[in-house]
């Protein structure tokens, strides 16, 4: 099995040919064995006869040829010392001129052509320590590189979750920034969502993967199962079980490729797993009070009135649960206006938005709507959470204490209040509305409300504008009273009558009925303001 060049494949460590590329061009290859896209672990200077002991694989072995003075530079000698370099898998044989030799010797040129080891002759001008800092610099700067690919993948990882559709979103990120074929597959067997690698290569039929997802979705702990099959993309078949908290199976993440992974390939895999695994907890065994108290509410909607004792506490316990809080603890009602009216960003939908709500108020119960969002929460929302919202350009509408059983009615009040939001631009607590009409009406809409009904009289002069109104407030305030409304004001009864007729035909109004009479008293509150504006 061949390994792909770093080039092809994604983060990826160090090969020889990278390294090679780095180097001065006094390297003078005598023989090429073919390892250039081999993976480069380290370059290691020795003069050991045997030093295949101390190597790792993929080492780079520089010598000055001590090895090969005297009877150590026989033939059979040569060849014993090369054929445990390959057979250590030593990508390359460094070999250093002076002080020992002023050129390579035959008889080692002989061995590594005979067994396909890369030589080359490095000159003495090229000190082994420049080799061996330069190697360093270069796998310094790799790792660096490495760790950013590496923050950005789970960055898009972290962006799948949270999209429409996050196992199909997942496993597409996964498959693009990983060359493996992946398919995941429920408790009951029967597959959830695949992605196709770059090359096109998809999963092996279903059956075939049979034999292994019966082993994963039926064994118990933390473990992989592999496998193999004659099939493009599919020499290495490996299955990772996705569990619950419980150790419960919740299905299988099952990934093919030809070529075994590098570390940071399998460090995304592992980030892919785990985010899996969260999302089937959620789906499955996570939050369960949620799903369980909306089940109970649309199945038997009558429970919250008249639902017994033991009922009703299982709603609240669930309730409870569902707000981080206790059952006896009160809850608020929370309504958030888009007052910026922005998107969507595009293909994300509003999964992120839900999510911020939820932690941002700290509750399961959110549901996002056409004007915004609506929540029931635990938390009072002080000043510091409001300001953090404004932020982001949302207001809010937030109830006052409530318990269960008021839930319903303290929603309606909280939407009887978003009018005035809306139109003014700042959030609102129901604590701090009088519960009026000109309370839930609102200093805007009073004001255009003032402005529509009493026009004609707030273009006149400010003289005339004043006593006109205060004879209209005053006249109201005694409901129609002339006798009282004239001792109210200062002035003569027939003097009253005069000017709330002269009122009358400025208003173009019926001022006997009740209804006009009602709502200009409404508008009288919000005279002053009408008249600032006015001005």
């Not at 530079?73 to 002080?99: C, E, H, N, S």
């Not at 009273?481 to 000017?499: C, E, F, I, M, P």
């Not at 006009?516 to 303001?529: C, F, H, N, S």
């Amino acid at each position: 099995m061949t390994t792909a060049p770093a080039e092809a494949g994604r983060l990826s460590f160090v090969t020889l040919q990278q390294f090679l590329n780095q180097l001065p061009p006094l390297l003078r290859m005598l023989h090429d064995g073919g390892s250039g896209g081999r993976l480069l672990r380290w370059v290691e200077p020795s003069e050991l006869e045997d030093p295949t002991p101390y190597l790792p694989e993929g080492e780079f072995l520089l010598t000055a040829g001590l090895p090969f003075l005297g009877d150590g530079g026989t033939p059979a000698r040569v060849d014993a010392y090369v054929r445990r370099l390959v057979a250590a898998k030593v990508a390359a044989l460094g070999f250093g001129i002076r002080p020992y030799f002023d050129a390579v010797p035959d008889v080692v040129v002989d061995a590594c052509r005979q067994h396909n080891l890369t030589l080359f002759e490095v000159p003495e001008s090229l000190p082994f320590a420049a080799i061996g800092l330069e190697f360093s610099q270069l796998l310094e700067t790799d790792n660096a590189r490495v760790f950013r690919q590496l923050a950005e993948t789970n960055r898009q990882l972290m962006r799948a979750v949270l999209s429409p559709r996050p196992e199909h979103e997942l496993l597409a990120a996964l498959v693009q920034r990983v060359p493996v074929w992946a398919v995941l597959v429920g408790a009951d067997g029967r597959i959830r969502a695949r992605g196709t690698n770059a090359g096109g290569r998809t999963a092996v039929d279903l059956p075939l993967l049979a034999p292994m997802l019966e082993r994963l979705l039926s064994g118990r702990g933390p473990r992989v199962e592999t496998d193999s099959f004659d099939l493009p993309g599919s020499a290495l078949v490996v299955g990772h079980p996705l569990r619950s908290t419980k150790d419960a199976n919740l299905g299988a993440l099952v990934l093919g490729s030809d070529v075994p992974l590098t570390p940071a390939q399998n460090n995304v895999v592992q980030s892919a797993v785990g985010l899996l695994e969260l999302l089937v907890r959620q789906r499955t065994s996570g939050s369960l009070a949620p799903s369980q108290l909306a089940t109970a509410v649309l199945l038997h909607p009558e429970s919250l009135t008249t639902g017994g004792t033991r009922q009703v506490n299982g709603l609240k316990d669930l309730l409870a649960q569902s707000l981080s809080s206790t059952r006896s603890a009160p809850m608020r009602v929370v309504q958030g206006i888009n007052v910026e009216a922005r998107d969507w960003p595009a293909g994300d939908g509003p999964v992120r938005e839900l999510l911020q709500w939820r932690r941002m108020l700290d509750t399961k119960l959110v549901e996002i709507t056409d004007y915004g969002f609506a929540a029931v929460t635990r938390l009072k929302v002080d000043d510091a959470l409001l300001a953090d919202v404004e932020k982001l350009g949302w207001r809010l509408v937030v109830g006052e204490p409530t318990e269960l059983a008021g839930l319903s009615a303290a929603y309606q009040r909280a939407t009887s209040l978003r009018s005035q939001v809306q139109r003014s631009g700042r959030s609102i607590r129901a604590d701090d509305v009088p519960w009026s009409v000109t309370g839930l009406l609102g200093r805007e809409a009073g004001i255009l409300l003032a402005e529509r009904l009493l026009q004609p009289v707030l273009a006149l002069e400010a003289d005339r504008r004043h006593q006109l109104l205060e004879v209209l407030r005053g006249w109201l305030g005694e409901n129609g009273s002339w006798d009282a409304s004239a001792k109210l004001l200062g002035l003569h009864r027939n003097s009253v009558r005069r000017q709330v007729g002269v009122l009358g035909d400025l208003l173009q109004l019926d001022l006997n009925q009740a209804q006009v009479r009602a709502e200009l008293w409404i508008a009288l509150q919000y005279a002053d303001g009408a008249a600032a504006q006015a001005d």
